[in-house]
């Protein structure tokens, strides 16, 4: 990779030195010959490292991977692994200190300042998302309201009532929201909304133009992190929404599907690893999120590594009839086609030995009697679906609020051939 200084192998070397105390990573630097950080003196040696996969994380459940004595450690978060076991990560004070000031720096940056009022519609508890959010914006000085997800009604009662100016929350929520105040007659003017800090979640340009119109936004704004390396504001996009700029605690790498590191610009998979942080050093992490890298300056004063907008998981990419789809693909199609609301479940199925891809959708409630304007919606759609993925796919329209919302991130897929 470009722009890997002295410094950055310099802060490497500590990161690596830090994780030496963990005999997990002891034994897998060991394997590789690496045995002290004198050891890597180029980039090339860094690389050797192997990298460190959740389900490490998993195995030495739930402290064996903390680098400080539990007296050191301030704060746990944890996150749900797919299967099984919670995967917990542990803070020192100033590793709580450094994600504070990388959250404020990153709402900084998206032109949030101690005059915003700040409503956190993001999880309080083991999720890092409300924690993450609330301590950024209170140590940038703005009134933060911590609301968590969940309660819809005090979510639009505090914005109006409190004229909250930032709603921090997943996209699936922020339309939730939306709907609902449309619901009780309101409309963007009724709130004083100017920036939206969108994240935890993938969502599409299209989805971006959808919540900011529906909500009155001057901007929103695409928040990126992950609880096994910090939590929110590892990444987020400034005013001129130039990418997602890398906080600087983090040294980024993009792998292709053989596990090599590809150069600057290529999709793939980030790989992180952490500078600075004491008690959970992360050492080439598998985030299995798909993005591509550059290096720069951006206008608003940042200079470093920026992501762009995550296009999905390596592990949410379904293979349907051979063909490689992302649900942000479905998305895509149907935000694109007016009179379909933005709530839908992708079902994927057998039909004898062939996948079938069934996506429901809910329908705007004024449509929803009109057969005729159904059948040309139910067209266009499927049109769409198959101009993007190449693949057929059953559309199927459901009762408007008939699928289930979600207070925190929307399961978008049922697979039923697992
Ligand atoms: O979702 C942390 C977070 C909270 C980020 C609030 C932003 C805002 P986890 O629960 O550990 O942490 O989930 C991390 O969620 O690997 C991505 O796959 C996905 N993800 C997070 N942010 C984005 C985003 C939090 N902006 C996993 N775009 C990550 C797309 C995202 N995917």
Redesign the pocket.
Known sequence: MDAVDNTILIRLRDTIERALRVPHYRSAFANVGIASAEDIQTIEDFQKIPVTHKEDLRQNYPIGLFAEPLENIVRIQA?SGTTGKMTVVGYTAKDIDMWAAAVAKALERAGITPQDIVQVG?GYGL???GL??HYGSERLGALTIPLSGGNTERHIAFLRDLKSTVLACTPSYALHIAAAAADMGLTPKDFHLRVGVF?????TEAMRGEIKQRLGLERAL???????VM??GVAMECVHMKGLHLAPNFYPEILDDQGRVVPQGRKGELVLTSMGKEAFPSVRYR???LTTLTYGHCACGFCGWSLEK?SG?VDDMLIIRGVNVFPSQIEEAILAVEGIEPHYLIVVDRQGALDALEVQVEVAPEVVDEISLLEDLREKLSQRIYTILGLGARVRFVEPRSLPRSEGKAVRVLDKRK
């Open positions: 996150s993001y999720f890092t998302g993450g959010l994240g935890a979640e993938p969502w695409d928040i990126y992190g992950l609880s096994e939590g929110p985030t299995k999120d995550i998981r």
